[in-house]
C-alpha cells in the first residue's frame, strides 16, 4: 500500500480539474452518459468490414475499433490506418467511435496513441486501455493524453476506459477508478483475467462446469444422486468493479463473452451482470448485439413501474403503497436512474422509445 498513499498524497484536489498540460482542454467534471449497452469490436484493418461501417455503426450504441488482442502482430499497423481512416471517412455518423489500443509495455502503444490523436482526435471519444495495473498506469496515459491534446489543439479531452483483466488490477481497481477526471469506466476481461490468475480454464466468460455447489448427501442412500449447481465464478469481480466505478461516478461494463455459439449463456452473464449494475458489455459478433440491447435496455413494464412511483411520490420523500409494495425515498431513486436510462435509450432506438411509450 505504502506506493498508492505516496502518490495519492502527491495530487492536490483542487489541481484535479486542471488541465495537465498548457493548452489542454479542460478535464471533465462529469462523463457525458451516453447509452453504451453493446461496445461493437470491429478490426479496422479488414477492407470489407470498413466497406460496412455506415451499417454497424447504426445498429449499435458504440463502435469500438480495435487495435490490441486478436490483430495480428503483422496487420497492427494496417489496423492503426484503419481506424484512422474510418474515424475521417465521417461513415458512422453520430455513433460514438471508441478504440482499444496496445498495451502499456507492447512495442506499438507509443504510436498508436499519438497516431491516433494526431490524425483522429475529435473524433475518437474513448480510449480503452488494456492490462491496466494500477493508478500509476492512467496517470502516465492521462499526462500524456494532455500534452498531446495540447499539441494539437484538441476542443474536448478523450476518455479513458480501463480493462479490468490483471490480478494486480483487480487489486487496485478503486484507485483506477478514481485516477485521472478522465476515467469513464471499466470493462471486466475474463479471458486475460484468468490467464493472468493462473485460473484454470481456457474459456472467455461464463460458468464451468467443475465449478458447482452440491448438495448435500442424502441420508441412508449415498449411491442417490445430488444436485449440483453451476457458480458464477466472476462474480466477486464484477461485483467489486460495479462498486469501485459507481463510486466515483463512472459506468462498469461486462467485456466479452466468447462463446458465440451459446446465444443463451451469452444472455444469462450479461443480464447477472446488469442486475449488478454494469451499463453494457462488449459485442464480438453481430449476434450478440441484440442480446445486449434485450438485457441492458430496462424492460418497458419495469420503466412503466418507475414512472410510477415517481409520479406517486411527488418531490421523492415520504413513503406510499403501490400495489402491495413499499416506494420511499430509495425506491423513488431507484425508479429515477430507471427512467433515465430508458429515455437516454429511446433517443437512439426508435423501437424502445415506442415500447417505453415516451
Ligand atoms: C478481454 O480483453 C479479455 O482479456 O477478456
Ligand atoms: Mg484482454
Request: glycine letters at 8%; proline letters at 8%; aromatic letters at 6%.
Amino acid at each position: 500500500m505504502g506506493h498508492l498513499m505516496e502518490f495519492e498524497m502527491h495530487r492536490n484536489p483542487r489541481d484535479f480539474l486542471k488541465p495537465l498540460a498548457l493548452g489542454a482542454p479542460e478535464p471533465l467534471r462529469e462523463i457525458p452518459v451516453k447509452p453504451s449497452r453493446m461496445i461493437q469490436f470491429m478490426p479496422p484493418q479488414n477492407e470489407r468490414m470498413r466497406a460496412r461501417v455506415a451499417e454497424t455503426a447504426a445498429q449499435v450504441d458504440v463502435l469500438l475499433l480495435n487495435l490490441e488482442d486478436a490483430i495480428p502482430a503483422n496487420e497492427k499497423l494496417a489496423a492503426r490506418e484503419g481506424l484512422i481512416e474510418v474515424a475521417k471517412s465521417g461513415n458512422a455518423g453520430d455513433t460514438p467511435l471508441w478504440t482499444r489500443i496496445n498495451s502499456l509495455d507492447s512495442p506499438w502503444f507509443l504510436d498508436d496513441i499519438t497516431e491516433i490523436v494526431a490524425e483522429a482526435g475529435n473524433r475518437i471519444e474513448v480510449i480503452m486501455l488494456p492490462k491496466v495495473q494500477g493508478p500509476w498506469d492512467i496517470t502516465f496515459v492521462d499526462q500524456l493524453l494532455a500534452l498531446l491534446e495540447a499539441k494539437h489543439g484538441l476542443q474536448r479531452p478523450i476518455m479513458l476506459h480501463a480493462i479490468l483483466e490483471t490480478a494486480l488490477g483487480v487489486s487496485n481497481v478503486e484507485e483506477i477508478a478514481a485516477a485521472s477526471p478522465r476515467m469513464q469506466g471499466i470493462s471486466f476481461g475474463p479471458a486475460d483475467l484468468a490467464a493472468s490468475r493462473r485460473m484454470k480454464t481456457t474459456r472467455v466468460g461464463g460458468g464451468h462446469p467443475a465449478y458447482v455447489v452440491r448438495g448435500d448427501p442424502v441420508a441412508d442412500d449415498p449411491d442417490a444422486p445430488r444436485l449440483t449447481a453451476q457458480q458464477d465464478p466472476w462474480h466477486y469481480t464484477i461485483a467489486r468493479m460495479v462498486d469501485a466505478c459507481t463510486a466515483v461516478g463512472i459506468l462498469p461494463y461486462y467485456g466479452p463473452f466468447g462463446d458465440i455459439s451459446d446465444p443463451v449463456g451469452c444472455e444469462d452473464q450479461f443480464r447477472a451482470a446488469f442486475l449488478l449494475g454494469c451499463v453494457g458489455a462488449w459485442s464480438l459478433h453481430p449476434s450478440q448485439v441484440p442480446i445486449a440491447k434485450k438485457v441492458f435496455s430496462p424492460p418497458p413494464d419495469e420503466v412503466a413501474m418507475a414512472r410510477r412511483i415517481i409520479e406517486a411520490l411527488g418531490e421523492g420523500s415520504g413513503v406510499v403503497m403501490l400495489d402491495g409494495k413499499m416506494q420511499d425515498d430509495a425506491t423513488y431513486k431507484q425508479a429515477k436512474v430507471m427512467v433515465e436510462v430508458a429515455q437516454l435509450i429511446a433517443a437512439r432506438d426508435p423501437e424502445m422509445k415506442a415500447a417505453y411509450g415516451f
